[in-house]
């Protein structure tokens, strides 16, 4: 499976993107999909979790009422739509699947990862 995430850009904070992760090659109707994200100089971050029954939802804390994860399995796509931007939100942001719930903050669970699409949020 590969992964193509697309919809980053520059916005003003308080602003709003709503980024893409189509995947090719094979379907994600089975996997848990999330998206991570990494600032410049800092590790590689947890964003958002969905469930492959789309039922099921993961925040990290401080996009917790900002951010929203969807996906749309006709289209093969998850979608992470982002409110309410700020420059802390500045940052790569990656998509990546995995097979099972559990341990879905956990980076090194995952299988396939997108290239990564870059989100910059002005003040």
């Known amino acids: 499976v590969q992964l193509q995430a697309s919809g980053g850009g520059l916005v003003q904070a308080g602003g709003s993107l709503r980024l893409s992760c189509a995947a090719s090659?094979?379907?994600?109707?089975?996997?848990?999909m999330s998206w991570f994200r990494q600032a410049p100089g800092k590790e590689r971050e947890f964003v958002a979790s969905?469930?492959?029954?789309?039922?099921?939802?993961h925040y990290e804390d401080s996009v917790k009422g900002r951010f929203t994860i969807s996906r749309d399995s006709a289209k093969n796509t998850v979608y992470l739509q982002m409110n309410s931007l700020q420059p802390e939100d500045t940052a790569i942001y990656y998509c990546?699947?995995?097979?099972?719930?559990?341990?879905?903050?956990?980076?090194?669970?995952?299988?396939?990862w997108g290239q990564g699409t870059l989100v910059t949020v002005s003040s």
């Open positions: 990546a699947s995995k097979n099972a719930w559990a341990d879905v903050v956990n980076q090194f669970r995952y299988n396939y």
């Open positions: 090659g094979g379907t994600i109707s089975n996997s848990v």
């Open positions: 969905i469930s492959y029954s789309g039922l099921s939802f």
